[in-house]
């Protein structure tokens, strides 16, 4: 399988993808892209919006009091992002206010004015009126501060000890523990949801983009007609490994780039990251990942070449990608699905169901205790699917690389299957 | 001595007989055609000959054996619908169709310098393939067609689409490989390159092999009948006249049947005596055109009968 036809086939594909621009510039460029985003969205949560404008109206004089001195400390009003106005008023007075108020608030010259009427102090329900009123950013920066007065407050008259008040002040702080097999008990920090958004979108990426690299390539061997000459040479066959080869091998290079830190961060000591987000993946879940990102990668590159070899323009072939799609599409969202609830059913089931493991296991891994002989399993699956899925894909993509002009129709594709070629 | 014999091809696809049992034999040296018109069944032919497809019965032997990866490694072959990597450069695109018959290193990169430069490609050879004209770009498929150094060589309609340049370029080449002791197979519709270059040939037609054997032979045999006449004047005498089978205008001559081989004397003699003004009379000639379309009938090809001349 393979011989000297195979490797020349195999070199001249990662020659070609690797020294491709598009190949160098995603291999840099998606990391970055990457960070990138993390570090927009940062930036839109505590830049992109920076003034808020809030009237905060309370309806003794004693809590206006207090809110303004409590407010006034915090940061956000130090850094002037959130400016405040205070004010003193009944319900009745308030209604008017919020009328005289509204066209500013329409206007967006005051994001928003809280009421916080006397009876907070018994049930801390507070009214908000905004154009905008489910802002979470504003409800973080104001939450605690007004909570804190309101049980200052409530507390104030009865005799309690500073000790007492602390407690009472104290919001909540769920700290997960994982358990695993392993003694003791490992505090889990936000690591572990990163590396599943990590490893979902980059199995999800790797996929889509050498997929429809070789998808390209195939298109292109056959419209230009090379394949012909080709194939005076080399077997559809040995063509056909030696490029999905070729491919696989340049897109585990590149995972392999792209995980480089998170190697280092499981196998040195040279990053080290803040407690919060440390990872808890042992090297042997990455040799696992890669593994298993070679496995579904040569079973999905299979499946571009076949899509390719049926049509011969890019635009039929497109049309004619969804179910391949779709196999990929589906395990995303159940992996995404799963951070919300690791232990689901559909998550533990679809990481040993042929072609959904490939993306959905990646993710369990690194979420949920998965045993050894469960990813062993998955890795099993995978091999069982590429036997079972390449002599058929083989024998469509044999006759389809010949084949030009009218689009093929399913029914004749299926038709292929039993030809002698 | 055959070097290939093809024994009783046959390949369908679906309802349609591409190829029906066709048997030929191409010998030892020979510049051997494949005639037909086109959709005859050439291409599949050639391709089951060089194992791109399967055929659904029948065999290729190559000296005696079984033909295999074997006979590919020393196949040139230069399909119909040509084409290369666009993004390829000139040189890696030759070592490239070089290594995949199993050739590399020094030597091959020797003698691919040597053809660029006999081609006068030596100074695009780190070129793009994309950036190189038309022409240049079926110089360089000539090239990686015989640098591995074929003993077989086989062309589908080598020259469909080449200009005037590269299809003298492709005969010095089929001649070179010639003298060189090399087997050169083509498959062809233009019966007039047929009739220039190759010494054996095999005609096929709506999948059949209709005529086979060695051309001067064939020609002998249908041309005992013919003249092939150019003139000036009415023959339109001849035709019904009993001693004429038929007369067939090809353009530049009309060909003429007569009965018997000894009667193209007394067609002469006849026409002079008509006041036909004789500029070419060649008796015992014909054209593989005409055998073709004695054989596989006009239809297709862009003849029609002479009705009255």
């Given amino acids: 399988m393979f011989n000297n036809r195979v490797i020349a086939v195999f070199k001249r594909e990662v020659k070609e993808r690797v020294i491709s621009k598009g190949f160098i510039l995603m291999t840099i460029l998606l990391p970055v892209f990457m960070f990138g985003l993390i570090g927009i969205q940062v930036l839109l949560m505590n830049e992109g919006s920076t003034k808020f404008n809030v009237t905060v109206v309370s309806e003794s004089a004693d809590l206006t009091y207090k809110l303004e001195s409590e407010l006034s400390s915090t940061e956000s009003v130090k850094d002037s992002s959130l400016i405040l106005l205070f004010g003193t008023m009944n319900k009745e007075e308030f209604k008017d206010f919020l009328n005289s108020k509204k066209q500013e608030v329409l206007d967006e010259k005051i ?86 958004y990590l490893f979902t979108f980059l199995l999800y990426i790797s996929l889509i983009m050498m997929g429809q690299m070789i998808l390209q390539s195939v298109i292109e061997e056959k419209s230009s007609r090379i394949v012909e000459v080709i194939l005076s040479s080399v077997s559809a066959k040995e063509l056909m490994i030696g490029k999905i080869l070729g491919s696989g091998a340049t897109g585990l290079l590149q995972m392999s780039i792209w995980l480089i830190p998170v190697i280092m961060v499981t196998s040195t000591t040279w ?99 998965v045993p050894l002989f469960q990813l062993a399993l998955s890795l099993a699956i995978s091999i069982l699917t590429l036997l079972a899925i390449f002599p058929l894909a083989g024998k469509i993509y044999r006759v389809g690389i010949l084949r030009t002009g009218k689009k093929p129709k399913w029914s004749e594709v299926v038709k292929w299957i039993k030809y002698k070629y | 001595m055959q070097a290939l014999e093809v024994k009783n091809l046959t390949k369908r696809f679906g309802s349609l007989v591409a190829v029906n049992q066709a048997s030929f034999e191409v010998p030892e040296g020979s510049i051997f055609g494949l005639i037909g018109r086109n959709g005859a069944g050439k291409t599949t032919t050639i391709r089951m000959m060089m194992g791109i497809y399967l055929p659904d019965e029948g065999e290729v032997n190559l000296r005696g054996v079984k033909v295999g990866q074997d006979f590919k490694n020393r196949v040139g072959y230069l399909p119909e619908e040509r084409g290369l990597y666009k993004k390829m450069k000139v040189l890696d695109t030759l070592y490239y169709f070089a290594e995949i018959k199993g050739k590399s290193g020094r030597e091959i990169h020797k003698k691919a310098n040597e053809y660029l430069k006999r081609f006068e490609l030596y100074d695009r050879r780190l070129s793009k393939v994309e950036d190189l004209s038309k022409g240049n770009q079926q110089k360089l498929q000539f090239i990686a067609t015989v640098l591995h150094d074929p003993d077989f060589v086989i062309l589908d309609e080598p020259f469909a689409g080449l200009d005037p340049v590269n299809t003298n370029l492709l005969k010095d080449i089929i001649l070179e490989m010639k003298e060189r002791g090399k087997v050169i197979i083509f498959s062809t519709h233009l019966m007039e390159f047929a009739e220039k270059l190759c010494d054996h040939l095999a005609m096929i037609d709506r999948g059949k092999i209709i005529l086979k054997g060695k051309l001067s032979e064939i020609k002998a045999k249908y041309a005992q009948k013919n003249v092939s006449l150019n003139y000036e004047g009415d023959i339109s005498f001849l035709k019904g006249h ?48 005409e055998i073709f379309i004695e054989f596989a009938g006009t239809d297709g090809l862009e003849l029609k009968e002479v009705r009255n001349v």
């Fill in chain 1, 111 to 196: 994001t928003g004015v809280l009421y916080i009427p006397d009876s907070a102090l018994k049930d801390k329900k507070l009214e908000y009126y905004s154009k905008t009123p489910q802002n979470r950013r504003l409800s973080e920066m104001l939450g605690r501060p007004i909570n804190k007065v309101l049980i200052d407050t409530y507390f104030s008259n009865r005799s309690l000890s500073m000790e007492e008040l602390n407690f009472a002040r104290q919001g909540l702080d769920f700290t997960g523990f994982k358990v695993t097999k392993e003694e003791g008990y490992e505090e889990e920090g936000y690591g572990s949801l990163v590396l599943t």
């Fill in chain 1, 271 to 369: 990053i080290m990251l803040p407690p919060e987000i440390t990872i808890s993946i042992t090297l042997l879940q990455v040799v696992y990942f890669l593994l298993n990102f070679f496995l579904g990668l040569v079973i999905f590159l299979g499946l571009f070449a076949t899509v390719g070899a049926i049509f011969d323009n890019p635009q039929d072939a497109q049309s004619g990608l969804w179910p391949i799609m779709l196999l990929i599409i589906i395990p995303f969202f159940i992996a995404f699905s799963m951070i919300e609830n690791p232990n689901s059913a559909i998550a533990k089931i679809s990481s040993f169901i042929p072609f959904a493991n490939i993306i959905v296991m990646p993710a369990r891994m690194t979420i949920a205790e």
């Fill in chain 2, 242 to 289: 009993p001693m004429i089978e038929k007369v067939e205008n090809f353009g530049n001559t009309t060909g003429i049947r007569v009965k018997e081989p000894e009667q193209a004397q007394n067609l002469l003699k006849m026409l002079v005596d008509r006041g036909i003004i004789i500029k070419k009379f060649d008796a015992n000639d014909i054209s593989l055109q």
